[in-house]
């Protein structure tokens, strides 16, 4: 545990997880590169063996940012399995290579959060 950085790294024989919360928190090493980061205040960054979640906040609406994370992703060569819009928001699912990628967006209160994970897929 990292106070100062807002941070817990565990340790295991399985692999090792990191957690990240609080202001500064950054995008980790090793983030994808094929895998759009909306700009806005990162939350959460939580890395675990090949696995990402990152949870951020913008100030742009939730329509834009799911039609930002769907051109961006499909140039980079995801391809899109789902789409459910809802109330406020959207949930968009990618497949590429091994990997799945879920991005949760919903508006609160005037802000947007996004929820990215990408993972290996099983």
Known sequence: VDLSKGSVKIES???????AAGEGVKVPDGFPKDVFVHEGSVKTATTEGG????AIETKDGATKVAETYKEKLTSEGWQETRTVA???????????DDRSL?????????????????????
Request: charged residues 30%; aromatic residues 6%; hydrophobic residues 40%.
């Open 13 to 19: 024989k399985e692999g090792d997880m990191t957690f």
């Open 51 to 54: 696995s990402f979640m990152l």
């Open 86 to 96: 809802m109330e406020g928001g959207s949930l968009l699912e990618y497949e590429k």
């Open 102 to 122: 879920t991005v949760h967006v919903m508006e609160d209160d005037g802000k947007t959060q996004i929820m990215v994970a990408v993972q290996k897929a099983q």
